[in-house]
């Protein structure tokens, strides 16, 4: 198999592990900011220790619950292109042509094109969603708080509540992940432009445009 | 092929996708262009002696001259190469 064509389906393939991550902490997003509006709403949410913190709890529960939407909305956005691609590339190699690896590379600077700015937000809203489930865990699991002018206490009310926690810290740490490697692939997809911002002139001077 | 393309690939899809004879609306309809951007590329590589037109009766049809398939090679190198000379993404 062709160099090029390797490390093109290795990209594709990882950038495809990358976003299903991130539709994943979407989901859970959506799920932990509904969750918690219907608690609100059945009254559940009452045992929690004073009423500014169900309050905060409410509206970190709601900017999830619209960063979840956001996340699920521009990474199934991003992914489809990028999905199709990789469907061509899986169909079609090893056997691919030098002139159809070709199309399939254009197809994919074309497609980050278009997709760049999704890209830049995703980036973006992805840890923030991320953090607003982790907070939400956090301020849903008080039990007790107490501030007072030597200091700060709270209590967290039991164990399944800590390992709640140390789930929403999964969630986002996986979301700084994810947000880490669609960086890198931003910025290799950014250098790779570059390259071809700068090898046009040969481009140019091949058609015979370099005089004019 | 859709999205954000620079001329030169345009050029090169047109070029590729012409190794046999196409007509007018098959290349813009494959190249995804409207008709007065596929008019002028496709004037523009005729004039260049990139493409050549053949013409059968009442039908018109455009073919890669072997001119073009140095354009579609240093094309295809360049683009390749981009896997072989940037860091690449990986996990």
């Known amino acids: 198999m062709k160099p090029a064509l390797s490390q093109f389906q290795k990209e594709i393939r990882h950038f495809s592990l990358v976003a299903s991550m991130n539709l994943i902490i979407g989901v859970i997003a959506i799920a932990a900011g509904i969750l918690y509006i219907i608690a609100a709403i059945l009254g559940l949410t009452a045992s929690l220790v004073n009423p500014e913190l169900r309050v905060i709890a409410g509206a970190i529960a709601l900017i999830s619950l619209g960063l979840g939407v956001s996340v699920l909305h521009v990474t199934l956005r991003i992914s489809r292109g990028v999905r199709t691609i990789r469907k061509k590339l899986e169909r079609e190699a090893p056997a691919v042509t030098d002139d159809r690896i070709t199309c399939l590379i254009v197809q994919m600077i074309a497609y980050y094109r ?7 937000t995703i980036i973006l809203i992805g840890p923030l969603c991320g953090l607003c ?23 967290l009310n039991n164990r399944v509540t800590i390992l709640a926690q140390v ?46 | 092929m859709s999205g954000r393309r620079t001329v030169y690939e345009i050029y090169w899809e047109i070029l590729v996708y012409c190794k046999t004879p196409r007509s007018f609306s098959a290349i813009i309809s494959r190249c995804d262009l409207n008709s007065k951007l ?20 009442e039908r018109t049809s455009y073919q890669s001259t072997p001119k073009a398939a140095e354009y579609v090679a240093l094309f295809s190198s360049l683009y390749q190469k981009l896997f072989d000379s940037t860091p690449g993404f990986r996990l």
């Open chain 2, 38 to 57: 596929g008019q002028e590329y496709l004037e523009f590589l005729v004039s260049r002696e990139y493409l050549t037109i053949i013409r059968d009766g």
């Open chain 1, 114 to 120: 278009d997709t760049r700015q999704m890209l830049g």
């Open chain 1, 133 to 155: 489930v982790f907070v939400l865990g956090i301020v849903t699991g008080f039990e007790a708080m107490s501030l007072t002018s030597t200091g700060f206490s709270l209590t």
């Open chain 1, 167 to 212: 789930f929403t810290l999964a969630i986002v740490v996986s979301s700084l992940l994810s947000s880490h490697y669609f960086t890198k692939f931003a910025m290799a997809w950014n250098h790779r432009i570059a390259e071809i911002e700068a090898s046009e002139c040969a481009l140019k001077e091949k058609l015979g445009l370099d005089d004019q």
